[in-house]
């Protein structure tokens, strides 16, 4: 097995119907949305970017030709998105992107592990801050996947130009969210998927069913769990899902109010803010006050 050290989580990728639609209901939600963001491969992103230097990546198909044309050239982001959506629908959490500085490395890593999901890809794209002054972005993915995991999958992320661009005004969120302390997955054998994920992010030991990164924890829970600790129903059945996202907020009674304000269903889960998945927010949105 070539070694790595373990990568740190960066961002998450959200599919959505319309890019419109996500970007108004994250703005209920408290949070700042970038300017869409156009992929040269058919899709498109308005991201949300935290202090922390994790994103969110809603994520819209723009051009349905350019893409069935790139899942034809063998673009396994486009292509594992579709099947995403042509399973469990066109809104949810499909994927967990790693940081990483070889993505070469973590490409013959996954080969060598036999969890490779296809050809690495490298792409380019213009980037816009909250002002309007532009930057180019460019990244290389390495995708990785279990056999039987067909309903999410993982990637290491290597950003070989990062835009020279001032985001303090993209991460001052109303809702006080720092950053995201932990993603949570449903899997009705949660014991099976944790290597999965540890394999992926380059952690060699697998303690449980929680991946620790360097930033944030992974964590794989049986649909009764998940039911139990959230409040909510795990969804269909699965080898393994994305199904939450726990943020770090400052003040919960300051985002509650918000959240109560712009008439948004949340519910309390003893000090976690719980707000329900909707269209454009793909997955829960957990929100917990860190000192």
Do not use: W
């Amino acid at each position: 097995m070539i070694e790595t050290s373990t990568h740190p989580l960066d961002h998450l990728v959200l599919p959505t119907r319309s890019l419109e639609v996500a970007r108004q209901r994250l703005s209920s939600l408290g949070f700042v949305v970038a300017p869409t963001g156009v992929h040269p491969f058919g899709t498109e992103n308005a991201c949300v970017f935290l202090a922390d230097g994790t994103y969110l990546e809603p994520l819209a198909v723009s051009d349905e030709q350019t893409a069935v044309r790139a899942i034809g050239e063998g673009n396994v982001f486009v292509a594992r998105d579709r099947l995403y959506r042509n399973k469990l629908g066109d809104e949810g959490f499909s994927a967990v992107v790693f940081g990483t500085a070889d993505a070469d490395a973590d490409h013959a890593r996954y080969v060598e592990a036999g969890l490779s999901a296809g050809d690495m890809l490298s792409f380019s794209r213009a980037f816009t801050d909250a002002t309007g002054k532009s930057d180019m972005a460019s990244f290389k993915l390495a995708f990785a996947t279990g056999r039987e995991a067909t309903d999410a999958f993982l990637f290491a992320c290597q950003r070989i130009n990062a835009p020279n661009i001032d985001r303090t005004a993209l991460q001052a969120h109303a809702n006080g969210v720092t950053g995201i302390v932990e993603i949570v997955a449903v899997s009705d054998r949660p014991s099976s998927q944790a290597g999965l994920a540890s394999a992926a992010a380059g952690k060699s030991v697998v303690a449980g069913d929680k991946v620790e990164l360097p930033n944030a924890i992974l964590s794989i829970m049986a649909p009764e769990a998940f039911a139990s600790r959230f409040g909510l129903s795990a969804g269909v059945s699965s080898d393994m899902r994305f199904a939450a996202i726990v943020f770090s907020i400052r003040d919960t009674a300051a985002a509650a109010r918000l959240l109560a304000t712009n008439a948004i269903e949340h519910n309390m889960s003893g000090s976690d803010i719980v707000v329900p998945p909707a269209p454009g927010q793909g997955a829960a949105f957990i929100f917990r006050e860190i000192p």
